[in-house]
């Protein structure tokens, strides 16, 4: 079973960086499409970021233009680099692996597999 460990949340202040990892261990979703999730407090989770297995990628609304997500050669580590963050980016990210579909996270978060790391917090301070 593959399991997913996420590093790199922290806090900054409004404007800041950070850049988010995800490790996955087991076999690795190479044909998956892989992306970045995101739940802030009293909300549900959505999809901010994904990336095929071609390297495409798609992003939300809300992050486009700030977010970048990447993924190393073997597709084992995923990474979110985050800059010009917002007080509403604040929120616990997570990594997961959803069906190889069309990889964008508007299909990312209705096919996302049910196998959720432990998260890493981002808090984004005004």
């Known amino acids: 079973q593959v399991r997913f460990v996420e590093s790199g949340g922290g806090a900054v202040q409004s404007g800041g960086s950070l850049r988010l990892s995800c490790a996955s261990s087991?076999?690795?979703?190479?044909?998956?499409?892989m992306g970045w999730f995101r739940q802030q407090k009293g909300k549900e989770r959505e999809a901010v970021a994904a990336?095929?297995?071609?390297?495409?990628?798609s992003y939300a609304v809300s992050v486009k233009g700030r977010f970048t997500i990447t993924q190393d050669d073997t597709r084992k580590t995923l990474y979110l680099q985050m800059n010009s963050l917002k007080p509403e980016d604040t929120a616990m990210y997570y990594c997961?692996?959803?069906?190889?579909?069309?990889?964008?996270?508007?299909?990312?978060?209705?096919?996302?597999?049910?196998?959720w790391g432990q998260g890493t917090q981002v808090t984004v301070s005004s």
């Open positions: 997961a692996a959803a069906w190889p579909g069309p990889c964008t996270v508007e299909v990312a978060i209705k096919t996302v597999s049910d196998s």
């Open positions: 990336i095929a297995s071609d390297g495409r990628t």
């Open positions: 087991g076999d690795p979703y190479s044909s998956y499409c």
